[in-house]
Structure formats: structure tokens, C-alpha cells
């Protein structure tokens, strides 16, 4: 399996920007397809954003589309979110998901998580 960490997260304003990053190590990077979810108190964790192996197609969730994206650099084993315009409902632990080969949107299809990183909204 691939071991995950995430960084970047913080409080912010609405309407701010923020960059988050998932840095990976152990397996073959790029033979993993990787998925954003979120995590929001009392909620379930949810799908937020995924990318290919090769990092040339990517998904969203229809709450952040046009106001995140997801890129990866294969060079440095790592993911990014980028996260602009960000709201109230925004707020939520970030976490990156790999999973070998296909996207996916589904929490259940992955076994390599990070821990997550904390990302706070304020009016």
C-alpha cells in the first residue's frame, strides 16, 4: 500500500483561498488514482474531488466544481487541492484516498487514507 499524508489546511475567511497537500510514499505513486473526501462534524465523510493516475482526467463534486482543483505532481508523489472561494460549508477534515488504477467516489473502494488535515471557515 501507499502511505498518505495531508498538510495545508488552517483557518481561513470566506471567500479565501487555501492549498491542500497529500504527500505519498511506499508503492508505485503512479499506479494509484486519488480521491479528496471530507469529513464534516456529526456528517459522513464524502467525495470531494479524484484524479487519474496520469493526472489528465479529473472528477468533482458538484458543491466545489469551478471552485476546486485537483492536480497531482507524479515527480514529487504528491497531490494537491487547490480550494478557492471557500465557504461556510467547506469546513471539514480533509482527507486523501489512493486506490491502484481507477478513480473512484466511493469511501468503501479505498484501503490507504491519510489522517486527515483540518480545514476551518469563518464569516
Known amino acids: 500500500q501507499v502511505q498518505l499524508v495531508e498538510s495545508g489546511g488552517g483557518l481561513v475567511q470566506a471567500g479565501d483561498s487555501l492549498r491542500l497537500s497529500c504527500a505519498a510514499s511506499?508503492?508505485?505513486?503512479?499506479?494509484?488514482?486519488v480521491s479528496w473526501f471530507r469529513q464534516a462534524p456529526g456528517k459522513e465523510r464524502e467525495f470531494v474531488a479524484s484524479?487519474?493516475?496520469?493526472?489528465?482526467?479529473?472528477g468533482y463534486a458538484y458543491s466545489v466544481e469551478g471552485r476546486f482543483t485537483i492536480t497531482r505532481d507524479n515527480a514529487k508523489n504528491t497531490i494537491y487541492l487547490q480550494m478557492n472561494n471557500l465557504k461556510l460549508e467547506d469546513a471539514a477534515v480533509y482527507y486523501c484516498a489512493a486506490r491502484l488504477w481507477a478513480r473512484s467516489t466511493y469511501v468503501g473502494d479505498f484501503s490507504s487514507w491519510g489522517r486527515g488535515t483540518q480545514v476551518t471557515v469563518s464569516s
Open positions: 484524479i487519474t493516475t496520469g493526472g489528465m482526467t479529473t
Open positions: 511506499g508503492r508505485t505513486f503512479t499506479d494509484y488514482a
